[in-house]
């Protein structure tokens, strides 16, 4: 049949390309119709990346994602809102207040923060439990930021420095989000994340021992070893701040062990419990202010231990954040681990939260959540805010059943700021810095995590730990950045140094262990019971390097074939790799198949492994190389250099196998872009190309074909009637010979038109011979074919 040649094949031939498309290799069947796979094209590739009406109105519309749920918003919903509101907005006022200091600000800036985190998120939340707002690893961050840039340009006011960086941060991440970038963060790993939170957790922990117990003259912001240090070394300096602090401490986790303890003895009232635990924050904090304002009330101007003292009352603060060139000079080096910070702290908490009350986060949605809030706080005065994973666990466990509780948190946040001010100023600082203990204390990673992920990768033991030691030994910020870069470079080192397995096959078959009849008791032994029709061939490892059973016996599928599975991916890092193993395990294994072509001595390779004399008289047992069959399971792409190192390879061994060609069979290809690249370097066809007049019949297609009704369909039933007892396999494999050449009725369509006019359809493509559905086809195709040589 003759076809008119397109615009690409045009061009491809004014560029001296030579395509390899070669429809003569396809046979016509009587019984079963054939199915022509296309190429996918650019056009198709941009088609399905090019915006459309349709998905811009998406976009446009998950941006907001309330909208979808607030018309469906009731009593019962709010009731539950209400309750978790009232709860978190009950927590985040104490503990807003002593981050606040953590980020060496007024204790009222923790409090605008905390309104507007909560305030802005509903509207753009994905996650009905998470709770923005001031948190300590951020606050220590922007703490560190804020006294660097205090050290360069002191006419800065510090509240300033830390509403610029919330501005800066909060725009690159509202970028971020916007470009839905969110699986960005899919490159911290766990362990990155666990070293970071309990390195920081034991950094902040350092620096609140010494407030804690009235020490002066301590630097916290040293690195965490030296703050220890110096901190026991002052330990004789400690002030009346002690007995408050440490009381204040003790009495944070008595309380949530009582609670714990009854909870679990007294299930029915693990409610109630729970929410005594949960407001012991509020519980112990008006406990010590009331203490220290019995006592500090006749002595205003002396007070006997550090008191928070004056909060002004409102928004005293609300103005157009300054940002320029200089505020921004100050902690520009900073900007990365900020970013990397509330990154890590929202989209975990998020995430996890998501799976234990089964709904799914949009991580890019997310970011542009904590983007805005970070664009808009500053308005009023706040700093750099994320997602709080105390907070959200209360929130979680109150019963939150929208993000709308975050509006009847903001409300109990803005009460406090107008109605509760002059009570702050009895807040003592030694029980500010026992609640930042206490909240800090559970992000640490137990031992038993520890050891969990040395039972899950050894690997990522020592990652964790060099995170937590860079932390406690230098600093949060040189902390993430460790273990980001080791775990980068391990997923690196994985990559490029994976090795493929020759696989081989063995006999399979499905067995159930079923108990002897008579049998009394569970643990008695058992029969395995032998089931015939799930005999199968399995491929597995020759060296059994998957743990399989060594007595199992595994054997090439044939004298010169070989069956290869890559094990990550197959593109330019471990490409090369992949080759090299297969063609060293190929010349060990086979011979050349005409010694005599390998010429003088003079004119071999300088490399050649072949001996200076053959003698060709002597027996080489070995099999000829015949045909090499790769398994693409784990392959979804393939790029230039990868498809360059197979042509080189392919010529490499065509040259070995000389005056033969080797036969290369592809299974389990998934990708379509995969197969347009594989046919672009030459691969599918049978090679070498035909002579002019051989037809398709000088050799053996073997593809797989399906039925196109259920079992109770006619073309079933013709099945029956024409193969027997063969037709216990829906899908099977065929072996094709001496078919003719015209393709002219052959559909490019999935199916026929009419599905009731055939019996059977060919599942893949038959315009490509040597690309197959699974391995056990490519097995038989590659034995079929080796045998006609």
């Known amino acids: 049949m003759t076809t008119t040649p397109t615009i690409k094949d045009r061009l491809a031939k004014a560029v001296g390309y030579d395509s390899d498309d070669r429809d003569d290799d396809v046979p016509s069947i009587s019984n079963a119709d054939l199915f ?61 207040m002593a981050y606040a200091l953590l980020a060496q600000l007024p204790v009222e800036y923790g409090l605008y923060t905390s309104f507007m985190g909560v305030l ?49 941060t909060g725009a690159i991440i509202v970028f971020l989000g916007l470009a839905r970038l969110g699986w960005l963060v899919e490159f911290i790993p766990l362990p990155a994340i666990c070293a970071f939170m309990t390195g920081s957790g034991v950094n902040i922990i350092a620096g609140q021992v010494s407030k804690l117990m009235g020490i002066s003259g301590v630097n916290t912001r040293d690195a965490p070893y030296l703050v220890i240090i110096n901190t026991l070394k002052r330990l004789p300096d400690t002030k009346l701040d002690a007995a408050l602090g440490l009381t204040a401490l003790f009495m944070l986790y008595l309380i949530r062990g009582v609670c714990s303890y009854m909870s679990r003895k007294q299930p029915h009232r693990a409610k109630t419990y729970f929410f005594i635990s949960t407001l012991r924050t509020v519980f112990v904090i008006l406990l010590y202010t009331a203490i220290s304002a019995g006592v500090n009330v006749k002595h205003k101007t002396k007070p006997s231990f550090s008191l928070i003292k004056d909060v002004p009352r409102g928004f005293q603060h609300a103005a157009v954040p300054e940002v320029n060139k200089k505020i921004i000079t100050s902690f520009a080096s900073e900007i990365p681990a900020a970013v990397i910070v509330m990154l890590i702290e929202h989209i975990s908490i998020s995430k996890s939260f998501g799976r234990v009350n089964n709904y799914v986060i949009d991580p890019s949605q997310e970011l542009v959540a904590i983007g805005v809030t970070n664009l808009l706080g500053p308005f009023l005065g706040a700093y750099p805010a994320t997602g709080s994973f105390s907070r959200t666990a209360i929130k979680s466990k109150a019963g939150v059943r929208t993000p709308f509780a975050g509006v009847i948190t903001a409300i109990v946040v803005l009460l406090a700021l107008y109605a509760l001010p002059a009570v702050f100023y009895y807040i003592p600082n030694a029980a500010l810095a026992a609640v930042i203990i206490h909240a800090v204390g559970d992000v640490i990673t137990p031992p038993k995590v520890i050891f969990q992920f040395w039972r899950v990768s050894p690997l990522e033991v020592p990652i964790f730990l060099a995170g937590v030691l860079v932390t406690v030994f230098s600093t949060i910020e040189n902390g993430i950045y460790t273990t980001i870069g080791i ?38 032994e058992a029969v395995a019971e032998e089931s015939d029709q799930s005999l199968r061939t399995g491929f597995l490892p020759l060296e059994h390097e998957d743990g399989s059973n060594p007595r199992v016996v595994v054997q090439s599928p044939h004298p010169g074939i070989f069956i290869y599975r890559f094990a990550e991916g197959f593109n330019y890092p471990n490409a090369g790799l992949y080759m090299n193993h297969l063609t060293e395990m190929i010349f060990k294994e086979t011979r050349r198949t005409d010694p005599v072509l390998l010429g003088k001595i003079g004119d071999r390779p300088w490399n050649d492994s072949a001996p200076r004399k053959i003698n060709l008289e002597e027996a080489d047992t070995r099999p000829t190389l015949k045909a090499i069959i790769l398994d693409f399971s784990s392959v979804n792409n393939v790029d230039v250099t990868a498809a360059q190192t197979l042509i080189d390879v392919r010529n490499q061994l065509d040259r070995y196998a000389a005056p033969d060609t080797v036969d290369w069979h592809f299974a389990n290809i998934e990708n379509r872009w995969t197969k347009r690249a594989l046919a672009a370097a030459g691969f599918g066809y049978r090679s070498p190309k035909p002579n002019p007049g051989e037809g398709a019949g000088h050799w053996k297609t073997i593809f797989s074909i399906a039925d196109l009704g259920g079992s109770d369909s006619a073309a079933k039933a013709a099945e029956v009637a024409e193969l027997g007892d063969k037709t216990d396999k829906t899908v099977r494999e065929y072996d094709v010979e001496n078919a003719g050449s015209d393709i002219s009725r052959f559909s490019d369509k999935d199916v026929p038109r009419n599905p009731g006019s055939a019996q059977l359809v060919a599942v893949q493509g038959l315009n490509r011979p040597y690309f197959h559905f699974d391995l056990q086809e490519a097995v038989e195709s590659a034995i079929a074919n080796a045998d006609r040589k």
């Open 36 to 96: 022509i796979e296309r190429e996918p094209t650019v056009g198709e590739f941009l088609a399905e990346i090019a915006p459309t009406i349709d998905g811009v109105r998406r976009y446009v519309v998950g941006l907001f994602p309330f909208i979808t749920w607030i018309g469906k918003y009731n009593l019962t919903w709010f009731i539950g809102d209400l309750i978790a509101g009232v709860t978190v907005g009950a927590v985040v006022v104490p503990q807003g």
């Open 120 to 168: 802005i998120y509903w509207f753009f939340a994905t996650s009905k439990d998470i709770t923005i707002g001031p948190v300590a690893v951020m606050s220590q961050v922007t703490g560190d930021v804020v006294l660097k840039a205090k050290a360069q340009i002191p006419e800065i006011d510090p509240h300033v420095v830390a509403s610029a960086l919330a501005i800066i």
């Open 487 to 524: 775990s980068a470079a391990v997923l690196v080192w994985r990559l490029f140094l994976s090795r493929g397995r020759a696989l081989g096959v063995a006999r399979i078959r499905t067995a159930r262990a079923n108990q002897k009849y008579g049998a009394g008791k569970a643990g008695d």
